[in-house]
């Protein structure tokens, strides 16, 4: 009988309001290959385009690791020439803006490490959410990588400049709480019952109304931005759509009744 060899990848399933992306690559911790940065992007279209997803969650595959990275093994190959190093590039940057500017609330999903080109995926998302024992490094400076103006710039805005000039001269190892301290995740689980708690908060957050939680993602988003770049209007539209919604009314009776709200997202 003939095995076939696995093929790292992003598996997709969408479940109970949530698209899981899972970073498939277990045998080298779930590190990114060029093929995965690329299908990154096209996983998030998808739960995008999917009206029973309300929230899109990336974790990793197996407990050991969120992403260890990039996948060094391929930079002989796919990061050598100039050409080379401008598509992987392109293909990484595209992988992070799609998490980043997603209209539906990101999540990720962290068991074990989360290092390097992990830790800025895990960045990009809204929220982190970690079982304890999880690490967390940016080991650039050990590697003789240059570490980019975008990816320093977004979490500069996220964590602050000490934290993170802290995270990229040092290149050391963050435990899972003094992750949370920093601002780095923003809820620890225990490791025996995290995913059984990563999907009550998860679940938690798809419960609640979409159209609602559209609009706090883009002021999310516009908030990253320069202040000069920000789109208040788009977001106030969103805001207002909230008001004229079915659902506002659903929240207003639910509340009255003492029941759990049914949102629709119209």
């Not at 696995?6 to 309001?17: K, L, N, S, T, V």
């Not at 990154?40 to 969650?57: F, N, P, S």
Request: proline share 3%.
């Amino acid at each position: 009988m003939t095995v076939s060899a696995h093929i790292p990848h992003i598996a997709y399933r969408a479940e109970g309001g949530v698209a899981w992306l899972v970073i498939d690559q277990p045998a080298r911790m779930n590190a990114m290959t060029f093929d995965m940065w690329t299908g990154l992007a096209d996983c998030v279209a998808r739960a995008e385009a999917d009206d029973g997803v309300r929230v899109i969650a990336i974790t990793g595959a197996g407990e050991r690791a969120f992403c260890a990275g990039a996948d060094i093994s391929q930079f002989g190959t796919m990061r050598t020439g100039e050409a080379a190093v401008a598509a992987y590039d392109r293909a990484v940057a595209r992988g992070n803006a799609a998490l980043a500017d997603a209209v539906k609330p990101t999540v990720a999903v962290i068991s074990g490490i989360c290092y390097g080109g992990g830790f800025g995926l895990a960045m990009c998302c809204d929220l982190r959410i970690a079982a304890s024992g999880s690490r967390f490094r940016i080991p650039a400076a050990r590697l003789g990588l240059g570490y980019g103006y975008g990816g320093t710039d977004l979490m500069v805005r996220k964590l602050g400049m000490g934290p993170v000039a802290d995270l990229l001269l040092s290149a050391r190892v963050l435990e899972a709480q003094e992750a949370q301290g920093l601002g780095v995740i923003n809820a620890l689980f225990p490791v025996d019952s995290f995913r059984t708690d990563a999907t009550a908060y998860l679940a938690r957050i798809a419960a609640n109304a979409p159209l609602t939680l559209r609009a706090i993602k883009r002021a999310l988003v516009e908030m990253t931005k320069a202040e000069r770049d920000r789109d208040a209007g788009a977001v106030d539209a969103l805001v207002a759509a909230c008001f004229a919604s079915t659902d506002y009314r659903e929240g207003q009776l639910a509340f009255r009744e003492k029941r759990e709200p049914v949102f629709t997202g119209r």
